[in-house]
C-alpha cells in the first residue's frame, strides 16, 4: 500500500502522469469559461447542457450496437456535443423567442433531455448484448480510463476554449456586465451567447470522461464562484478562476490515484468545494474575514468622525471657532458635555478619543478635557462640511424634518464621494478651502439652553 501511494504521488506511474494531464487542462479551461457563465446570472446554463448531452451519447451508444460498430469515444463525443448543443439552444430558443422565464426555460430543457436519455439507456440495456457499462463512466466519470489520445483530445479543446477566450474577452466582458448597452451599440448579443453556449459545451464534453455530465457543472461554477471572493477586476478573477479549476483538478485526480476506491470526479469536486470555502471566509475582497475587519474600521471611522464633528460643533456653539486654521490646538471640552451630547457613555468617549490622540487629531487633558488639534481642526472642519452639505440637501429637496436631515447625513457622509461632494456644494473647488456651510439648526449642547456654558474654556 505504500509503495503504491509513493508511485502516485511522485507521478511514477505512467497513467497518473496522462490523467493528471488531461485533468488539469480541463480545470482550467472550465474555470475560465465558468467565470463568464457565473457573470452572465447563468450557472445553470452549464446543468442543463450537461445534463443535456446523455440522449446523444445514449443515441450514439445505440447506434453502435445495432450497427455491430465497436465503441468510439470520438463519436460518443460527437453526439454528446450534438445533444448538449440543442439542449443549449432550446434554452436560448425559448428565453429569447417565446419568452419563458430562464428558469422555467432551464428547467424543461434539463428534464426532458434527461429523461430521453433515460429511457434511450432503458433501451439499450434490453437488446441483446446491450452492454451499458460504458455509459456508466459519462454519467459518473471514470478518469482513470483516460488515455493519451483522450488527453490530447482534452487538450485540443481546451486550449480552443482559451483561444476563443483570449479572442472575444472584450465583448464577453460587454455582454456579461450590460448587454442592453451592447445591444443598443450594435454588438451581436445573440451570436456572442451562442458562442458562450459553444464554449460550455466544449468543457462539458471534454468534462464527461473526467467527472461524468452530474458534477461537470460544479467544476464550471465552482472555481468561478471562489474566485470572485479574491478581487473585482475581471482580469484577476478569470486567473484565480484558471488557477482554482487547475489545482483542484490535479489534487483531486492525485488524491484518487493515492488511495483505492476514491472516485476521481468526486474528489475533484470536494476539492474545488474546498477552495471555495477558504475564498468564502479569506477572500481579499469578499471573503467574510475580511468583511468583518472592513466593517469594524468602518465602524471605528464613523465614531472618529461623530466625536470630531461633536467636539468642533461644541466650540463653534461658543464662539470659539472661526474659519482660519489654527496654529495651537483648540479649546477645551468635556468628555461629559461631548457624551451628552451624542448620547454616548463616557468610557465610549474616552475610548474613541484615545484613538484620535493615536493619530495625532485630539490631545486629552487632564480631568476628561479634549482639544482639537491643528490638524484635528482640519478634519474635524472637512466632516462638519461634508454633514452640513447632506442636512441642506435634504432639507431643500427631500422636504424632510431638522431631525430627519441629520440621521440621513450621519448614514450618508462617511461614504461621500468626492464628485458627488462637488455636486451638492455646487462647485468644483478644494473642500478644505471652501466655507463650512451654517448649521441648518441651532447649535444647543443637550442638557443645556442658549447662552449657557457647555463647561469649556479657552486653552
Known sequence: MNDWWWRAITLSDYNTR?????????????GLTGVYLLLRKRALLGDAISHATLPGVATI???????????????????????????????????????????AALGIVLSVFFGAGVALIGIVLRLPGGNAAGLESFIYGKTASMTLADVWLSGGLALGVWLVIALFSKEFTLLCFDAQLA???GWPVVSLDLL?????????????????????????????????FWSHKLRWILSASAIIGGASAAIGTLASASFEKLPSGASIVLVACGFFMISFVFGRERGCWWMLLHTARLKRQQQQ????????????????????PPNRPSGLVSAMAVANQRVWNQREVQRVARQLQQLGLVAVRPNSYLQLTPRGWVIARRVVREHRLLELYFLNNLAGS???????ADYLEHSLAPELLWELDGRFRDS???????????????????GTSIDSEKS
Do not use: N
Open 183 to 185: 445591444a443598443s451599440q
Open 305 to 324: 468622525h461623530h466625536l470630531l464633528r461633536t467636539l468642533y460643533e461644541l466650540l463653534e456653539a461658543t464662539g470659539q471657532i472661526d474659519d482660519t
Open 18 to 30: 496522462v490523467v493528471l494531464c488531461g485533468t488539469i487542462l480541463l480545470g482550467i479551461a472550465a
Open 432 to 450: 478644505d478651502s471652501d466655507p463650512v456651510p451654517a448649521s441648518p439648526h441651532p447649535l444647543h449642547p443637550r442638557g443645556t439652553v442658549p
Open 61 to 103: 451508444f445505440l447506434w453502435s450496437i445495432m450497427a455491430g460498430y465497436p465503441k468510439s469515444l470520438s463519436l460518443l463525443l460527437l453526439g454528446a456535443a450534438v445533444s448538449g448543443s440543442l439542449g443549449g439552444l432550446s434554452v436560448l430558443a425559448l428565453r429569447h423567442w417565446v419568452r419563458v422565464r430562464e428558469d
Open 196 to 228: 458562450l453556449v459553444a464554449l460550455v459545451v466544449t468543457v462539458t464534453i471534454v468534462g464527461l470522461q473526467a467527472v461524468g455530465l452530474i458534477l461537470v457543472i460544479a467544476l464550471l461554477i465552482v472555481p468561478a464562484a471562489a474566485a470572485r
Open 402 to 408: 431638522e431631525g430627519d436631515a441629520d440621521r440621513g
